[in-house]
């Protein structure tokens, strides 16, 4: 199946500081990629949906300023968390479409680990 | 906002028994698709099925797919340890196929 890389896969922070993740689909092109997060014994929250080439449409309750979210290819789509706070800890994941595929399996990172310290 | 409702929240049975888990959406879906999570971990992918069909299987998983009611089930037969997990329905729809999930099952399988 397509494979998609997110990296890093853990990361731990100072509070105030900003962290990048990045998305990429390896073996596919991704028009479409989305952003998740879970926070501990909960679901999957979706985020944002990222359109490659244009603005990213966020979720209610997600602030944009905050989760900044950048999808300048094909196939990579990052998310920033800006001036990260120990309430950010989470379990960010993200997923991409094939644009290509109608109809089929979402394709998943293998997640990245955010710690606010 | 959560698409889907999962029960239970919570499943405790033997090894050697079957577990199922239900889901249930709200909207129109292109697609339905089970994935698997161990604590902390990633998801693992483990069967779609496609609003026009009723039931699939993959080795001891068995998924059914009721649009009518808007419900699916898996089925998970002669449970393993190995089993012990988070399982959550995830549905695809609209134009972006935004993948949304359920609220999850934890399924705990006692060796």
């Known amino acids: 199946g397509a494979v998609v890389s997110q990296h890093p896969s853990w990361v731990i922070c100072k509070s105030g500081t900003s962290v990048k993740i990045e998305c990429r689909s390896l073996?596919?092109?991704?028009?479409?990629m989305f952003w998740y997060r879970q926070f501990p014994k909960q679901s999957l929250m979706l985020m944002a949906t990222s359109n490659e080439g244009s603005k990213a449409t966020y979720e209610q309750g997600v602030e944009k300023d905050k989760f900044l979210i950048n999808h300048a290819s094909l196939t990579l789509s990052t998310l920033t968390v800006t001036s990260a706070h120990p309430e950010d800890s989470s379990f960010y994941i993200c997923?991409?479409?094939?644009?290509?595929?109608?109809?089929?399996?979402?394709?998943f990172g293998q997640g990245t680990r955010l710690t606010v310290v | 906002s959560q698409q889907g409702e999962e029960d239970p929240q919570a499943l405790s049975i033997q090894e050697g028994e079957n577990a199922t888990m239900n889901c249930s959406y709200k909207?129109?879906?292109?697609?339905l698709q089970w994935y698997r999570q161990n604590s902390g971990r990633g998801l693992v992918h483990l069967i779609l099925?496609?609003?026009?069909?009723r039931e699939k299987h993959s080795g001891r998983l068995r998924v059914t797919l009721d649009t009518s009611k808007k419900s699916s089930s898996l089925l998970i037969t002669a449970s393993r340890a190995a089993d012990t997990a988070s399982y959550f329905c995830?549905?695809?729809?609209?134009?972006?196929?935004?993948?949304?999930f359920g609220t999850g099952t934890k399924l705990q399988v006692i060796p």
């Open positions: 909207t129109s879906i292109n697609n």
């Open positions: 099925i496609r609003s026009n069909e």
């Open positions: 997923s991409a479409r094939d644009r290509g595929g109608w109809n089929t399996e979402a394709f």
């Open positions: 995830a549905t695809r729809s609209g134009g972006y196929q935004k993948v949304t």
């Open positions: 073996d596919f092109q991704a028009t479409t």
